[in-house]
C-alpha cells in the first residue's frame, strides 16, 4: 500500500475512534501527576530540612525536578533511598495502568480495522467514520482483560530496558567527565557527553518502535512475548520499506510537534511574566497543555493503525503461503 494511504488510514482510524485519544491522554496526564506527587512532597522536604529554595527545586520538567531533588540529596542517603522508593512505587503502579489501557486501545484498533474496509480510498464522508468507529466500553474492557497479562510482561521489559539504557548513559557521562581532568579534555568530553545523549534518544525511539510492533503481534496473533518477537522480526523483514517509510514520517510529524509546542510555549511564557496579565493567561496555557497531549497521543494512535493495517496484510500473505492444515487421519486410516 502505498505511503500516503496508508497514513491516511491510519489517521482516520484514530479518527473514528476518538474515545481511546481522550482515554491514553487521560492515563497519561494520570500517569504524569501521580509521578509528580513524590518529586513535590521531596522538595518540599529538600526545603523545609536542608534550607534550599522551593521555586529553583520545582523547575523545569518533571525529569530535570527528579535530577535536581536526587542530586541534592546525595547528602542524605536515608532520604534519598525513601525517595527513590516512592518514586519507584509511584511508577510502577501508573504504568500498570498504562498498561490495562494499552489492551483496551488495541482491541477496539483491531476491530475497526477489521471492519472499516477500504476507506483511504474512499471519499470523506460521516459513514465512512461510522464504519470505522468500532469504540465500545465493552469491547474496550474485553481487550483490557485478554492482553493485560501479557501486555504487562512486555511492559516490565521495557521499563527494564529503559533503566539498563539510561543507566549506562549516566555511567558513561560520570565517568568521562572524572576521567577528563584537563580543561582541554572536559570541552571535548561535554560535545561527547552530547552526542551520547542524542545516541540515547534516538536508542529510546527505536526501543519505543520495537514495543509498538510486539503489542502488534501479541493483540494480533494471540501469542506470548517470545512468539510475538519472532513475528515481529519476520514482519519487518519482510515490510521494511512501508514500515520505514512510516516510522520516519510519524517521527518528523512529532519533532515538528515539539517544535511548534515549544515555540508557542515560549511566546505565551513570555506573556505570563506581565502583572496581571499573566493570571488570565493561565487558562490559556492549561488549554495549551491538553491540546498538546491530545496531538501526540493522536499522532501515535495514527502510527499504531498504519504498522497494524501493514502488519494485517503480511499475517494475512504468510497464511496464504503456507496454506492450509494437511487433513489429519483417523486411527483407522480415514481422513478425520
Known amino acids: 500500500m502505498d505511503l500516503k494511504l496508508l497514513l491516511k488510514r491510519g489517521a482516520l482510524l484514530a479518527a473514528a475512534n476518538w474515545p481511546i485519544v481522550a482515554i491514553q491522554f487521560i492515563a497519561e496526564t494520570t500517569l504524569q501527576v501521580l509521578l509528580a506527587v513524590p518529586i513535590v512532597g521531596a522538595a518540599i522536604l529538600v526545603a523545609v530540612l536542608m534550607g534550599g529554595d522551593l521555586a529553583d527545586l520545582l523547575q523545569g520538567s518533571l525529569r530535570e525536578i527528579f535530577s535536581t531533588i536526587a542530586s541534592t540529596l546525595l547528602s542524605e542517603p536515608v532520604a534519598l533511598v525513601a525517595f527513590m522508593t516512592s518514586f519507584v512505587i509511584v511508577l510502577l503502579g501508573g504504568s500498570v495502568l ?63 530496558v529503559y533503566a539498563l539504557s539510561v543507566g549506562a548513559y549516566l555511567a558513561f557521562v560520570v565517568y568521562g567527565y ?90 505565551v511564557g513570555l506573556i505570563a ?7 488570565a493567561v493561565f487558562p490559556l496555557q492549561l488549554a495549551a497543555l491538553v491540546l498538546r497531549g491530545l496531538v501526540f497521543e493522536y499522532l501515535g494512535l495514527t502510527a499504531l493503525g498504519a504498522y497494524l493495517t501493514l502488519y494485517r496484510g503480511h499475517a494475512g500473505r504468510r497464511a496464504e503461503a503456507v496454506g492450509r492444515p494437511r487433513l489429519t487421519s483417523s486411527p483407522l486410516g480415514h481422513p478425520a
Open 98 to 160: 498504562m498498561f490495562l489501557v494499552k489492551g483496551g486501545t488495541m482491541e477496539v484498533l483491531l476491530a475497526a480495522n477489521e471492519a472499516a474496509g477500504p476507506i483511504e480510498r474512499e471519499p470523506l464522508t460521516l459513514d465512512t467514520f461510522r464504519r470505522g468507529s468500532r469504540f465500545t466500553l465493552p469491547r474496550f474492557t474485553a481487550g483490557c482483560s485478554r492482553l493485560f497479562y501479557r501486555y504487562l510482561a512486555l511492559g516490565l521489559l521495557l521499563m527494564l
Open 178 to 267: 572524572r576521567a577528563a581532568g584537563d580543561r582541554v579534555l572536559v570541552i571535548g568530553w561535554t560535545f561527547i557527553a552530547a552526542l551520547a545523549a542524542a545516541l540515547l534518544v534516538a536508542w529510546i525511539t527505536l526501543v519505543n518502535f520495537a514495543y509498538l510492533l510486539l503489542q502488534i503481534a501479541m493483540a494480533h496473533d494471540g501469542v506470548g512475548l517470545a512468539d510475538a518477537c519472532r513475528a515481529a522480526a519476520r514482519f519487518v523483514r519482510a515490510e521494511f520499506r512501508p514500515v520505514a517509510g512510516v516510522f520516519l514520517v510519524v517521527v518528523a510529524l512529532v519533532v515538528a510537534a515539539m517544535l511548534a509546542s515549544a515555540l508557542a510555549w515560549s511566546g
Open 273 to 279: 511574566f506581565v502583572p496581571l496579565v499573566g493570571l
